[in-house]
């Protein structure tokens, strides 16, 4: 392991193990509310420089304050690859503690960012939070690990810290029809409801503003 001591390995070798992973992930089980990214990192290194030894939080920050912006940044690449972290606007938490988003809730703010994509993400909460809840950040946080693992109906347009979403139509092969549609130029008969669509039909209904109107995702 790195020394923690010596400021060249600092610099250059330090890295995020799967033991400090997996030390992160018993910190936030018991923490009842997400964690900022530098409080996080402080943890790791008490725990490097000989947790409850004395004079091991002033070594912690020492070694944040000369190295802190790429320890930061090292740590926060890897709890974005470990599926047991959620990160949203410089906070953290275990995503199996969030609140869990049912299936009918996630359609109904697809089909709302479909209608109104500039709908504001406080807005969609309305939608898919319980009763009564007032924890907004835990909610947000939930809806943002939901959304990143239905990739083939939301795509961020933002970063994964501060994401800005949007609903995505459904590609040819996932579309199913749910309206009937007429060519107004021709009065062809474009689409039936439960149809699958050719591309021609679908390439038509696009060119018309109609295709977000008539399908949906096939289960």
């Known amino acids: 392991m790195t020394d923690i001591h010596a400021e060249n390995d600092w610099s250059s070798q330090f890295e995020i193990t799967q033991e400090d992973l997996n ?3 018993e910190g936030l089980e ?3 509310a997400p964690q900022e990214l530098k409080e996080i990192a402080l943890r790791i290194l008490r725990a490097r420089t000989k947790q409850g030894s004395e004079g091991s939080s002033e070594q912690a920050e020492s070694i944040l304050s ?3 912006e790429r320890i930061l940044i090292r740590l926060a690449e890897k709890l974005q690859s470990d599926p047991r972290f959620t990160g949203l606007e410089g906070q953290w938490f275990l995503t199996d503690k969030l609140p869990h988003l049912e299936g009918d809730a996630l359609r109904r703010v697809h089909l709302l960012w479909l209608q109104n994509p500039s709908s504001p993400v406080d807005e969609i909460l309305s939608i898919v939070t319980e009763s009564g809840s007032t924890d907004r950040t835990l909610w947000r946080m939930a809806l943002h690990s939901a959304l990143s693992q239905a990739p083939e109906r939301f795509e961020n347009m933002g ?21 009937y549609a007429y060519d107004p130029q021709t009065y062809e008969v474009l689409c039936r409801p439960g149809q699958r669509l ?19 995702f096939a289960e």
């Open 159 to 179: 970063t994964l810290a501060y994401p800005q979403w949007k609903s995505r139509l459904p590609e040819l092969e996932q579309a199913e029809v749910t309206h």
């Open 30 to 32: 018991r923490d009842e």
């Open 66 to 68: 000369k190295h802190g």
């Open 198 to 216: 050719s591309q021609k039909k679908a390439k038509r209904l696009q060119e018309l503003n109609l295709y977000m109107h008539v399908v949906t």
């Open 23 to 25: 030390r992160v992930a």
